[in-house]
């Protein structure tokens, strides 16, 4: 089994100069752009809450070059033009490493920006550390040297997903598949239909809807009923991926979910005992894991009130990937050479609990273990107050779970 080594980086302190460094400007700023305000809030702050750990994880291992590495905060306000505008205030205080989970359109703003800037500024280039923004287009044809997901995709989710499902004798012969009208939920409907044949079923619906506009699901709900689905994939986050389980659950609807973000918090209570049977791929489960994932859990927990469900480990993970980067990154006059580290980066190797991750230098998409678990209430670990939780259906390691890099990635070097 792999080990998250924590041992090192036990303990907390303040996010800025609090511990015990030498005096000065820290040599290394951390820039996290994320949704920290409004109806999708609740993916943002899960964001901010794993990145505060991280960053209190490095510091107390001893920053960067014997100085704290610095954490600043923005809030893009939900949406692609306030992250530009955040972006230029964090270019204008010196950051360096960009930090950005929550939505693929916003995630595809800000590589764009970045990659400007990077071409505007030579030698105060930016490196965006994206978390959780999975359009394909990020690693295929808008990939940039500058740019490092340490999420997965919708063709890595999807095929997991399917075989997971297959496996438990879950996913039935009929599928509708439900999802944001964007690039993350474009690319998870092709996925559901490109697994067909893998998987044993059909398409027999497809739907495309607003992100964020949608208060009322049911008319959704009421199509998937109508098209005899036996099984609804769906790549819905945040307050979507909640009202349409609240609305199944109003309905008694009663087919299947496989979905991507079902461990959000809040969407068990909000099903009820519809969510019984229900899947989700992700990319950690304490259950999946032994000592050391519980460890992990336990130390999360103590330090920031909460387990870490949803997005947090991967963020976590991410995180302590750069913190490699960095330390194999010697200053140069005293400061930090983007590209330097960027190259570091590329060759990043840390183990999880879940498994070895590493980072693929050719699309700079992280490889990484993940596992399909179901709803029951056999599950050891609880959540959202319910007598239900996530129990393991199939576990893949990084190797098992990769999909082969996109031929429209042509990336280009500096020099």
């Known amino acids: 089994m792999s080990k998250l080594d924590l041992s090192h980086l036990a303990g907390a302190c303040a996010l800025t ?14 820039g996290l752009v994320e949704t920290l305000s409004g109806p999708q809030a ?11 750990y991280a960053v209190d994880k490095i510091n107390q291992a001893g920053g960067w070059n014997g100085e704290p590495v610095q954490l600043l905060e923005y809030d893009n306000q ?32 800000i590589t764009e920006d970045v990659r400007k800037h990077n071409l505007r500024n030579p030698g105060k280039e930016m490196v965006y550390l994206n978390m959780g923004a999975e359009a394909l287009e990020l690693t295929g044809d808008k990939c940039s040297f500058y740019h490092f997901r340490f999420a997965s995709n919708a063709q890595v989710r999807t095929k997991a997903l399917v075989e997971g499902m297959k496996k438990a004798n879950a996913l039935g012969t009929k599928v509708y598949a439900i999802n944001q009208n964007y690039s993350w939920g474009q690319d998870m409907e092709q996925a559901t239909v490109d697994n067909q044949k893998a998987g044993g079923y059909t398409v027999v ?15 959704y709900v009421a199509r998937i009923a109508a098209s005899g689905a036996d099984t609804v994939i769906t790549g819905n986050w945040s307050n979507d991926l909640l009202l349409l389980m609240k609305a199944s659950k109003a309905a008694g609807l009663k087919v299947r979910y496989g979905t991507v973000y079902l461990d959000q918090p809040g969407n068990l209570a909000n099903a009820g005992e519809l969510a019984e049977g229900n899947f989700v791929v992700h990319t950690f489960n304490a259950e999946a894991g032994e000592a050391d994932a519980r460890q992990f859990v336990d130390d999360y927990r103590a330090k920031t009130g ?27 006059d005293g400061k930090l050479n983007v590209n330097a580290f960027a190259k570091a980066l590329e060759s990043a190797r840390i183990q999880t609990p879940m498994g070895e991750m590493s980072m693929r230098a050719q699309d700079h998409q992280a490889q990484m273990p993940m596992v399909v678990s179901v709803v029951s209430r056999a599950a050891t670990l609880k959540v959202d107050g319910t007598d239900m939780g996530f129990t393991p259906a199939l576990r893949l390691s990084a190797e098992q779970a990769a999909t082969p890099p996109q031929a429209s990635c042509q990336m280009k070097r500096p020099g």
């Open 17 to 30: 100069a609090a511990c015990a460094f030498p005096a000065g400007a820290a040599p290394v700023k951390i």
């Open 42 to 52: 609740s993916s943002g702050q899960a964001y901010r809450a794993a990145v505060r």
């Open 78 to 109: 939900g949406g692609p033009a306030g992250a530009a505008d955040k972006l230029k205030a964090a270019a204008a205080d010196g950051v360096h490493l960009i930090v950005q989970g929550a939505s693929s359109a916003i995630g595809g703003q």
């Open 205 to 219: 619906a497809k739907t495309l809807h607003d992100v964020n506009r949608i208060q009322d699901f049911a008319p």
């Open 306 to 332: 909460a387990a870490p469900v949803f997005i947090e480990p991967q963020t976590v993970f991410g995180m302590l990937m750069a913190a490699d980067a960095l330390k194999r990154t010697p200053a140069q």
